[in-house]
């Protein structure tokens, strides 16, 4: 299991959701590895590739719901690739996740820029320790 500080990530995940207006339901975070994640990819989505996050969304009117399949391995070469320390990659991914299930998207013409603004703005609220830094 990754370190991440349950109440503590907690509240920062409630904070951004209220942010976008959304309250958290149940959101399940599932860590895992490539091989897992690449059987989730496959199986349903149809895609044959790793990656870091996939989200199921299960939200309700403004309550937020799913399940994240996250995968540690891709994480930690996501950090190596882009110098970026293994924690702040980890809450990265976690928050891209919750923001998808508030209704942003990144696979649309300029949708990835703002899914990154989103990213940067809900890691500005944590404290730099908590990010590796």
């Not at 091989?35 to 199986?43: A, G, S």
């Not at 391995?73 to 970026?84: H, I, Q, Y």
């Amino acid at each position: 299991m990754p370190a991440l500080p349950k109440a503590k990530t907690s509240a920062w995940v409630r904070q951004v959701a209220a942010s976008y207006g959304k309250r958290v339901g149940d959101v399940a975070y599932i860590f895992c590895n490539d091989d897992k994640i690449l059987e989730v990819n496959r199986q349903y989505l149809q895609h044959d590739y790793f990656t870091d996050i996939i989200t199921f969304d299960y939200t309700e009117g403004d309550r937020i719901g799913g399940d994240l399949f996250i995968s540690l391995d891709t994480v930690r070469s996501n950090a190596e690739l882009f110098g970026r320390p293994y924690a702040e990659e980890l809450h990265r991914v976690v928050i891209h996740g919750i923001l998808h299930l508030c209704g942003i998207n990144d696979k649309g013409p300029g949708e990835r820029e703002i899914m990154e603004e989103a990213e940067n703005q809900a890691l500005r609220l944590l404290p730099p320790d908590e990010l590796g830094g």
